[in-house]
């Protein structure tokens, strides 16, 4: 999740040394010139499932007249999994964005306001029991996904993963590329997990712009068959495969259908079923 529609505050909040809710940056990575990450401090009090998201942002620009300032909030997933010590997020860049803008420019050692309330419909709660997984995404998309590929249950309750990932340009799928790799040498999820568990992944990356050894929307590749060639499986079925969806409006409604087509009913934390689609994320 990124740029949301902000959350109303009733209260306007004065400038202070530490921001309300406050966290510490402590590592920010750049991608390109619209994505990039960055991890910080975790609530000692914050529980979640891998998949969910909180609200996290800054304090806006102090108001001409009186000078207070109110906090400007949006939906993110946590990308790290639920057992990490600090916290990870994926963001875009929006230049004129009223949070992204001003976000893309913390450093390591800066504050940021983070909700410790986590909601979210992409947890494996939601779904209900089958031998294979897909996560659909697109753009940032990917981040609950990064929390849940690093989430052991994940490998505990499937024999196979699937990750399909589609961007415009090559550099958007560098987050999710080197964080796939990064797990066949991740000594302590390989521990706990079991040696190779990684070896139940299967990445399926593609652009819709720039050249890629795989260009092409996914939902095109999988209505043509391709899709389901190249990684050697059977399209979904109701049997065996659970899905869950984090992309643009546009996306997640074309998947939902095809979904539908396929056998497979919407799920929800308080009804699992075949698949559940993240409804607040924003590419």
């Known amino acids: 999740m990124t740029e949301q529609t902000p959350v109303n505050e009733t209260t306007a909040v004065k400038a202070t040394p530490t921001l309300p809710d406050a966290q510490t940056v402590t590592e920010i990575e750049h991608y390109t010139d619209r994505l990039f990450r960055f991890r ?6 914050l529980r979640f499932r891998s998949g969910e998201f909180v609200m996290i942002g800054l304090m806006g620009d102090p108001h001409p007249e009186t000078g207070k300032q109110k906090p400007l909030l949006r939906a993110y997933s946590i990308a790290s999994p639920s057992w990490d010590e600090e ?11 009223p949070l992204t803008s001003k976000l893309q420019h913390i450093q390591p050692g800066d504050e940021i306001i ?20 897909w996560f659909f995404a ?3 998309g990917f981040a609950p996904f990064a929390s849940l590929l690093r989430e052991p249950q994940t490998y505990e309750d499937y024999d196979e993963v699937i990750i399909t990932h589609t961007c ?8 999710g590329r080197d964080l796939i790799e990064s797990l ?27 050249e890629s050894p795989k260009m092409g ?3 095109d590749l999988m209505k043509s068959g391709e899709a389901f060639k190249d990684l050697g499986v059977e399209p979904l079925n109701p049997e065996s495969d659970r899905a869950m969806i984090c992309g643009n409006l546009a996306f997640n409604l074309e998947l939902k259908e095809m979904f539908e087509e396929y056998g497979l009913e919407e799920g929800a934390n308080s009804k699992p079923a075949h698949y559940v689609v993240e409804k607040a994320f924003l590419d």
């Open 87 to 97: 916290l990870e997020f994926y963001s875009i860049k929006v230049q004129d964005g």
């Open 184 to 210: 066949k040498h991740d000594e302590l999820l390989n521990e706990v997990i079991g040696e190779g568990f990684w070896k139940k992944i299967k990445y399926y990356p593609t652009t819709t712009r720039e």
């Open 40 to 45: 910080c401090t975790r609530p000692a009090s």
């Open 217 to 219: 929307r996914i939902t």
């Open 168 to 175: 415009r340009e090559v550099g958007e799928l560098t987050y």
């Open 114 to 133: 983070l909700r410790p309330k986590p909601v979210g419909t992409l947890v494996h709660d939601a779904l209900l029991p089958g031998k294979r997984i």
């Open 138 to 140: 697109t753009g940032t």
